[in-house]
Nanobody
Framework: VQLQASGGGLVQAGESLRLSCAASGEIFQFSALGWYRQAPGKSRDMVATITANDNIVYADSVKGRFTISRDNAKNTVYLQMNSLKPEDTAVYYC?????????WGKGTQVTVSS
């Protein structure tokens, strides 16, 4: 299984971006998926997760602004990011978890200017 994230870029505060993470392999629909982010000099933190049963958890800092969703037919997980703030600037990573398997995709840079 491989993960490929895309959709990052440079935007101004208040604008929106949608990140996508496509996965190969047959375990996607059975997997928990998540978006994490890492700003320079900081740890990698959870942004949003979605289970195989569509149970969703958001970090407090993004609640009401970000939406995670999944399309099992396309083996893709999305992160819709609205009302972006400069503090959202980070490298964003997607993660797939299935049983004991944890896979990370390459990150995509999101930069929000003030």
């Amino acid at each position: 299984v491989q993960l490929q994230a895309s959709g990052g870029g440079l935007v101004q505060a208040g604008e929106s971006l949608r990140l996508s993470c496509a996965a190969s392999g047959e375990i996607f629909q059975f997997s928990a998926l998540g978006w994490y982010r890492q700003a320079p000099g900081k740890s990698r933190d959870m942004v949003a997760t979605i289970t195989a049963n569509d149970n969703i958890v958001y970090a407090d800092s993004v609640k009401g602004r970000f939406t995670i969703s999944r399309d099992n037919a396309k083996n893709t997980v999305y992160l819709q990011m609205n009302s972006l703030k400069p503090e959202d600037t980070a490298v964003y990573y997607c993660k797939l978890q299935w049983l004991h398997v944890n896979l990370w995709g390459k990150g995509t840079q999101v930069t929000v200017s003030s």
